[in-house]
């Protein structure tokens, strides 16, 4: 079983930037598929961008362009390089281990898009 630690959350402005990290402990990342979500107010929580672990990645039609999945599979760590960041990407962001039958999800990090 896997444990997932998301960090790298906070306030930005419009048009910012910040990086999502999440860490996986107890387990190898190499062996999962990993993706990241977002749940924003009054929302369902809805598929950001996931990633294999040969790199092959696929992206929500809202953040392709400006967002980009990462993963070290050495470090166990998945990123979330989040650019020209929109009010409208203000969510809790949760960090998802798949591995057949099985999820893994983190506690989420807020991730506040305002001036």
């Known amino acids: 079983q896997v444990q997932l630690a998301e960090s790298g959350g906070g306030l930005v402005q419009p048009g910012g930037s910040l990086r999502l990290s999440c860490a996986a402990s107890?387990?190898?990342?190499?062996?999962?598929?990993m993706y990241w979500y977002r749940q924003a107010p009054g929302k369902q929580r809805e598929l950001v961008a996931g990633?294999?672990?040969?790199?092959?990645?696929n992206y929500a039609d809202s953040v392709k362009g400006r967002f980009t999945i990462s993963l070290d599979n050495a470090k166990n760590t998945v990123y979330l390089q989040m650019n020209s960041l929109k009010p409208e990407d203000t969510a809790i962001y949760y960090c998802?281990?798949?591995?057949?039958?099985?999820?893994?999800w983190g506690q989420g990090t807020q991730v506040t898009v305002s001036s």
């Open positions: 998802k281990a798949a591995r057949g039958n099985f999820n893994y």
């Open positions: 107890g387990s190898r990342t190499s062996i999962y598929l």
């Open positions: 990633i294999t672990s040969g790199g092959s990645t």
